[in-house]
């Protein structure tokens, strides 16, 4: 069986549920049947930024995040930037409750592949913007009826 990785940086307990119930609906989705998902979470960048690799297939990161215990303070922003720095691979997804188009465009970049507002539509969303991502990375043909 073939492995799906996500990682997901949310503060937010009911946001992180949500990011959390939108993945699972996926992972029982008959097109990603042949796929194991595995999906790591975290609350801060730095826990985060620890984990991301190349073997990523999803990033799904809050625009505001906390300092990790140990003081450092690692937004959003600074994630994008590392992972360019870095040169990685993996697909991003922003979330924020932050939608002003100034803060919103930085974000939209050939890595970033969509934004996401935190609001009551957010899980159907992610949801179907995580699905046509993951058709396109694993190459998955899809077939109207």
């Known amino acids: 069986m073939k492995t799906i990785k996500i990682i997901t940086i949310e503060d ?4 992180d549920r949500l990011l959390e119930q939108s993945i699972d609906s996926i992972s029982r989705d008959k097109l990603f049947s042949d796929y ?10 730095f826990e985060a930024l620890l984990e ?5 297939d999803i990033l799904i990161i809050d625009l505001v995040l906390p300092k990790s215990k140990n003081g450092k303070h ?5 994630i994008l930037r590392e992972l360019e720095q870095l040169n990685r691979k993996c697909d991003v997804i922003v979330i924020s409750g932050e939608t ?3 803060r919103v465009s930085v974000f939209l970049d050939n890595r ?5 507002e ?6 159907s969303r ?20």
Request: net charge positive; glycine share 8%.
């Open 12 to 15: 937010d307990p009911y946001f």
């Open 36 to 45: 194991e998902f595995v999906t790591k979470r975290f609350s801060t960048g």
């Open 52 to 56: 991301i690799n190349d073997t990523i």
């Open 74 to 78: 690692i937004q959003g922003l600074d």
């Open 100 to 102: 002003s188009i100034e």
């Open 112 to 116: 970033v592949k969509g934004f996401v």
């Open 118 to 123: 935190k609001d009551e539509k957010m899980i």
């Open 126 to 145: 992610l949801t179907h913007l995580i699905q046509g991502l993951l058709i396109k990375k694993l190459g998955i043909k899809v077939t109207l009826n």
